[in-house]
């Protein structure tokens, strides 16, 4: 079916490609009157920079440095984590606040794939095509193949298609036995009216996200040593293996502005989209043991089947524009929303599952020059939740602050599955985040020294834990005091033997108040890459060859539960500390780039492996190879 649905795609490209635009300004002649084409022609530019009216659009990325950092792990500089496997559930190391102050489902688990970044709005001189195929050991694989093109000098579109099919890691019983199953695609368009006056940007992407739930492996009875050694026999049976939990997402968003003049610009930006969450299992094949207790939701007792529902439709309009070296910006902003649980009833809460949000918000920003910019926003909720943040981007410092008081998730306050039942009433969250980060060049050592400082009051979690009355182990719960981190870091990039490249980064984190152990952290992270990079054969190829080299301390970290898909404080299984080592080749010639990658080095040599979440092992020693096509014509 991938192989049906990719060939026509590709053909679909190829045919567009092969349709030649006749219009001023969609080709590029040199004095030959010879096509030339190149990521110089084809450019891209964010909703973000249209809507502080930089003119800031960027050329197509052809760079190979971190190309091999494919999985989304590794793409997020180790951040975040999940459970051995592309594509499972994903969590922060480090606490992230909330992105909305307003209401949220509270699954958050999938939402990397669905965000992976932020939409690109092209202006081409010809049709572009981007073709990534990239072939992981053991079944693993990810594809992307993007396009756009412009229809005149006004008007482009284009889409995106990101397949990812990943096999299971543990017991694995054929080629094609799958763990993951994930479908993205987006559509975009942008047009601006022949005076720039009018400019729209509009984007629908959606996701389908399936991951067979394994439900981490039985430590007690296979390993008794701290290394956990015989956890990663990739024979090893897991807990569950009939369970399974689906994401499906989509959004339709609009933003189109008028200009009156520098001075004043009227715009609208409009969002409409919905979320589902399900997750299904079998007690005839799986133990029921496994789970806290068997709530009797449907007329099925063996049959397992909870879903969620969250659609939402939020219009905002408002007011902006430049005057001088000074941006502003004001608005009015409306949310629409509509929670649905498969067994829940409003008539049985305390909180509406269906409702209408009103915000109020303004920014203004202060650009001294192309390296100095600072910026303020503040949002305020009609209820009395507000956000306020401000940045700071300078030739020698980066600073940022955020503080918001937010309305708690729907899973925290309320929600009845097959094992599962709850119904609060939390108080809203109040959170702060600083931090600051030094950029300072010595010759050839560039040194970035900094802090990132978290308080969290009313914090609201999971927790495993034996609970009175009820013999449900995994609840939500809210802190009865305040968290405070603090977390001072040192980044600095190294160039030696003029073509090395040394760059650690160290994150020690001391906990200042942790009430009721809620968060849970590693007291060391430490990220380091050692590289050479050099082009080769007259520069013909440029190669970046090195590698990657991640650890953290020991820790009790947050576990994941299955059926509720949410990560969960533990105190029974310590994640051991363990020396994650990669080496890759990064290479690029002419319009391609490639690379070869070995992830975890270490087990090759001593059979010792890593757990991802407790009870879930790490990925396996294993062999990556991925390369990428860049059309032009």
Known sequence: MFLRISSLILFAVLLCTSAKAQRRGSQVVDDSTRNVYGPHTTKWITEEDLFYDRNNYQPVDTSIHNYHRWNYVNRLNNTY??????????????????????????????????????????????????????????????????????????????????PILVDKQILR?????????????????????????????????????????????????????????????????????????????????????????????????????????????????????????????????????DSTRFSYWTNELGVKGKIGSVFYNGYLKSRAYKFRYKYITEDTLDIPLTDDEYYIGGRLSYEHDSLTHITAWLEYLDGGNYRAEATLKSRWIDAKAIQLLSKPPFIYNAYRGSFDLWNNSFRNTFSTQLEAFGKLQLGRIFVSPGFRYTSLRDYIYFK???????SQTVLPVQSSGKQELLSPELRFEVKFFRNMYLRPQVIYSTFLVNDDNALRVPELFVNTQLAYENQWFNNNLEVQIGIDFHWKSAYYDFGYDPAMQQYYAQDEVKSPAFPLTDIFLNGKMKRGRFFFKYSNLVQAFTQEGYLSTPVYPGQRNIFDFGFELLLFD
């Open 173 to 305: 019983a054929n080629k094609g036995d799958r763990q993951t199953i994930s479908h993205y695609y987006d559509a975009y368009t942008a047009y601006r009216s022949e005076n720039n006056k009018y400019q729209l940007l509009f984007n629908y992407r959606r996701i389908r996200h399936s991951v067979v739930e394994m439900g981490g492996v039985n430590i007690v009875e296979t390993a008794a040593d701290s290394t956990y050694q015989s956890l990663f026999d990739p024979n090893i049976t897991p807990k569950l293996t009939a369970a399974s939990s689906v994401q499906l997402q989509n959004q339709a968003h609009l933003f189109h502005q008028y200009r009156i003049g520098n001075g004043l610009q009227l715009y609208h930006q409009s969002d409409l989209g919905k979320k589902v969450n399900t997750y299904k299992d079998n007690l005839n094949t799986d133990p029921a043991a496994y789970y806290d207790n068997k709530e009797n939701v449907n007329d099925t007792p063996n049959d397992v089947s």
């Open 81 to 162: 984590k999940d459970l051995g496997n592309i594509g499972t559930p994903l969590f922060p190391i480090f606490p992230v606040l909330e992105g909305s102050i307003g209401v949220s489902t509270g699954f958050r688990v999938y939402d990397q794939y669905f965000l992976t970044e932020e939409p690109k709005y092209f202006d081409t001189k010809s049709p572009y095509t981007r073709m990534r195929i990239i072939w992981g050991g053991q079944g693993r694989a990810m594809t992307r193949i993007e396009f756009s093109r412009n229809v005149n000098e006004r008007w482009n579109f284009g889409f995106n298609y990101r």
């Open 464 to 470: 495993e834990d034996n609970y009175v009355g009820t």
